[in-house]
Each structure stands twice: as structure tokens, then as C-alpha cells.
């Protein structure tokens, strides 16, 4: 009975502590004043100009030989015709076959450049099944149906069409990629030898990437019933691999249980099953604190922190394509399987499944190494050699080390908190590790300061949308992300550089 009654202070003391904890906890705000677009406000001339852009379909391949170059090469020349106020104040360098990265020279050319970045290709939607036709952009509902690649690139435009008149004392350049998703057309890492030279610095936002970033998210799970701008400070590494099997052959009216292709399968889902040890980084840490400062995670929060279970676990706020349990993917590494190709069944070496790694905390070897453990347990749980399950990186993969975390607590977040109070006051700002590879994690090699975030609201359906069928962007969300860019040039000279 005495021990009942202290498991009950003990418990009802906890319960004091966290909610004590819980009222104290506040979400961060701008350490500056808000940043706004100057009374500046989007109309039907921005929209029309973007949904000239959408019809232009720069179709992304993963065979070359298959892309519509005619289609890439009108990509630049209608941005001229658009913009023509702009391409008159900017410098014009090719960065690849079909980018360009801009340079408009500030007051002060010792100060360090800021650097803007999308891309204008998009994934093929052949296969898609949609309402309106891709690539029309017809506006149905308020909303405008294509495929919405160009959203940053076309609204980063505006802004500068619209700031133009002014001269900011940093550098600004603006760099669009025509060549974001295919593997064989990636950018090269910037060299301080290229164009990209003066860069490098510690005090400035030198990437701010649209690229697979995340927006202004709605419809947050957790009780939070504001908006969060989601800011990338980091994101995950990327390596394919191919998972080989070599069992019993024989006919495929008589399997055995070890033929290659079910010890293939065994294997497979084993290496995706076991992804490792979670690990809370700092990043995520500061999200879950802002999240739960706007919901009722807030005592949920404390609550884990003190009993020690995964608080993270749950979903995660809208980094990713579609609604889920995103959260575990800041902690982990994982795995997805993609079929490549189809053997007969009997076949004493089967291979046709490759699989895609994502590791946030640790590097490509260390990914591999797991993914070897995993596949020779099972082997040995098989009752066949170790060697019988290989796993090596697929034939022309990329490998895509895991990015720096850029820092979340200083000047330089602090003026995107300053721009998101000033156009979306009604949201809250949080660092995330973005679980996708975007083109940015080439600026982490020359500069420390490097973020992701497309600043346009998407809902809960708009963000499971992405990449498929009916992608749309509501006109008025497309109007008030231009304002915020509009506010991002518009207060550069604010920004401690």
C-alpha cells in the first residue's frame, strides 16, 4: 500500500511539473520587426504571367536522348518577355544546358550575396489521370490545375519586377535549374571557381531553395491550428542500391523456399524494416518545442521528455509529399523499395529490386554496412551461406552524403521569421530536416547558411498532390506568395550581412 501511495506522488508530482512546464512553454518570435511587401498586393497580371510559364511543359527525362529541348529552350527567352525590367537590371550567366543564374550587384560588393534557387522542370505525367489537362492551366474553383513547378521561379520574378526601382546594399542572385529531377542531369556542386565565387560566407542566406521544400503547411496534426512555415536547415542523404540473391534453382511449379527470389523478398523487407536507431537532433528538437507551443503537444511534449519515449513518433507537420508519420523520417534513416526489374520465377539470381536509402545522421558507408547486416541475418535465419544476399550501390546512383545542419537561432532565420510575421502573421516559423534531396545541398560545400522553403500555403490534399495527378495552387495563395517575396527582397537592406 505505502508503495501505491509514492507511484501516485510520484506520478501526480510529474504531472505538476509538465503542466507547469507546458504553460511556460511560448512560440519563438521574430527577435526584429516584422518585414511586409510595402503595401504591395498581387494582382491578375502576376497570375497570368505564371500560368504563361505552366504552359510551357519542361518535361524532366531520365533518358536525354527523350527530352523536347525545344520546349527548355522557350523556358528563358518567355521569362525575358515576361519580365523584361527585370532581365534589363540583372547580369545573365548560363549555369548548365537550360539555367541561368542572375546577378543584380548591391551598393556594397564586400558584403557576402544572397542566393535564390529553383528549378523549372517537372516529373512526366504520363500515366496521370487528370480533371483538366496538365499544362493548360486553366483556373476551376480559384485554383489553378497544372503541374505547379514554377511557383518560386515565377513569383521570385514578380518580386523583382515589382523591387526593382530599388538598389539593395547585398548582392542578390537568382539561379533557375532546368535539370533538378532526372539522376543524369543533375547541377554540379558550385566551385568557388565558377560563378558562384564570393559565396562562401557565414553571414548571409546564400541558398534559399524551392526545390522539394516545404511550405506554409495547414492543416498541421497535433492540435496546431495555425499554419507553420516549415524551414529546411538540413536534409537527408541518398544512395541507391541493388539487392542481389542467389538461391536454389528449379522449376517454378516446385519452388523451394529459398529460391532467389523469395530469399530476395525476405531480404528486402527485412533492410526496410530495420532502418536504425533513431536520433533527435537539435532541429527537430526546436520543431516538436514550437509545434507543441501551439497545441495541445505541448503537454504531450513535456510528458515524453520526462518518461523518455519517442515524442517524435508522431506526424510529421507537412515536410513531406503526403500526409503520415513524417516524423520518424527526421530521426531515421529509411528505406523504399522500387521494383527494376522482372525475372522469371526459378531463376537461381534474382535482382530485380533495387532499394533507396535515406539517412539523416549518418553517412552512405555506414547506410551500406547496415543494409549488409541486415540482409546476411537473414540469411542466417534462411539457413543459407552469408554471401547468398549481396547488396552494392546501383549502376550509376547518386550519392548524396547527408547535408550540414545550417543554424536555427540566429540572424539569418531570424529575417525568415521576419518575412513570414510580416505576410503570414497568423503562421508560425520551425526548422525541419527535410526528408527529400533538393538542389541546395550543393551550396553546403561553400557557404553555412543554407535553407529550404517555398513560401506559398498547402494544405493537407494540396500536399499529397505534389508530383501527381490534379496539382493545383489556389490564385490567392499564388498572389500572396509573390507578396512575400516581394517582402524578402524588399527588406534585404534589414539584414545584418
Not at 312 to 327: E, I, L, M, N
Request: aromatic share 8%; charged share 20%.
Amino acid at each position: 500500500m505505502v508503495v501505491l501511495v509514492l507511484v501516485l506522488v510520484v506520478i501526480l508530482a510529474l504531472l505538476i511539473v509538465c503542466v507547469a512546464r507546458a504553460a511556460a512553454l511560448r512560440p519563438t518570435l521574430p527577435a526584429g520587426s516584422p518585414i511586409d511587401a510595402g503595401g504591395y498586393h498581387a494582382g491578375d497580371e502576376e497570375v497570368e504571367r505564371f500560368r504563361t510559364l505552366l504552359r510551357i511543359p519542361t518535361v524532366s527525362r531520365d533518358n536525354p536522348a527523350k527530352l523536347d529541348c525545344e520546349l527548355f529552350d522557350r523556358w528563358v527567352p518567355t521569362l525575358q518577355r515576361l519580365y523584361p525590367r527585370t532581365f534589363q537590371t540583372f547580369e545573365i550567366t548560363r549555369i548548365d544546358e537550360y539555367g541561368i543564374l542572375m546577378r543584380w550587384p548591391g551598393r556594397n560588393p564586400s558584403l557576402a550575396p544572397i542566393v535564390m534557387m529553383a528549378h523549372h522542370d517537372v516529373v512526366p505525367t504520363e500515366g496521370q489521370e487528370w480533371d483538366y489537362p496538365p499544362f493548360a492551366a486553366e483556373i476551376h474553383d480559384g485554383q489553378i490545375w497544372d503541374v505547379v513547378r514554377s511557383t518560386t521561379s515565377s513569383a521570385s520574378a514578380g518580386a523583382w519586377r515589382r523591387s526593382s526601382t530599388c538598389w539593395p546594399r547585398v548582392t542578390f542572385r537568382r539561379a533557375t535549374s532546368g535539370s533538378s529531377h532526372p539522376a543524369a542531369r543533375r547541377p554540379p556542386a558550385p566551385r568557388p571557381t565558377t560563378p558562384w565565387r564570393g559565396c562562401a560566407s557565414t553571414a548571409c542566406i546564400p541558398a534559399w531553395s524551392s526545390t522539394r521544400a516545404a511550405p506554409v503547411a495547414t492543416g498541421v496534426p497535433l492540435g496546431v491550428t495555425s499554419p507553420m512555415a516549415m524551414v529546411g536547415v538540413s536534409e537527408k542523404g541518398h544512395v541507391d542500391v541493388t539487392v542481389t540473391a542467389h538461391g536454389t534453382g528449379g522449376h517454378a511449379s516446385a519452388p523451394s523456399k529459398n529460391d532467389a527470389t523469395r530469399l530476395l523478398a525476405r531480404a528486402t523487407e527485412r533492410i526496410c524494416a530495420n532502418p536504425g536507431k533513431p536520433q533527435v537532433a537539435d532541429a527537430v528538437t526546436a520543431m516538436l518545442q514550437e509545434l507543441a507551443a501551439r497545441g495541445w503537444l505541448r503537454l504531450s511534449h513535456h510528458l515524453c521528455e520526462h518518461v523518455a519515449l519517442p515524442a517524435t513518433r508522431w506526424a510529421h507537420p507537412g515536410g513531406g509529399y503526403r500526409d503520415g508519420p513524417y516524423g520518424s523520417f527526421d530521426l531515421r534513416a529509411h528505406a523504399a523499395c522500387g521494383v527494376a526489374r522482372k525475372e522469371r520465377p526459378g531463376r537461381p539470381r534474382q535482382r530485380p529490386t533495387s532499394t533507396c536509402a535515406w539517412h539523416p545522421f549518418e553517412d552512405v558507408n555506414a547506410a551500406l554496412a547496415r543494409a549488409r547486416a541486415q540482409a546476411a541475418e537473414e540469411c542466417r535465419a534462411s539457413g543459407v551461406a552469408a554471401d547468398a544476399v549481396s547488396v552494392d550501390i546501383a549502376e550509376n546512383s547518386l550519392v548524396n552524403e547527408p547535408s550540414p545542419f545550417s543554424p536555427h537561432n540566429d540572424a539569418q532565420f531570424d529575417y525568415i521569421r521576419r518575412c513570414v510575421a510580416g505576410v503570414y502573421p497568423e503562421a508560425g516559423v520551425c526548422p525541419y530536416v527535410q526528408t527529400s534531396c533538393s538542389d541546395s545541398r550543393s551550396f553546403t560545400k561553400i557557404c553555412d547558411h543554407v535553407y529550404r522553403f517555398a513560401a506559398f500555403i498547402y494544405s493537407p490534399t494540396a500536399r499529397g498532390l505534389i508530383h501527381g495527378a490534379n496539382e493545383r495552387i489556389p490564385v490567392d495563395d499564388y498572389k500572396r506568395g509573390v507578396e512575400f517575396y516581394v517582402a524578402f527582397v524588399r527588406g534585404l537592406d534589414q539584414l545584418d550581412a
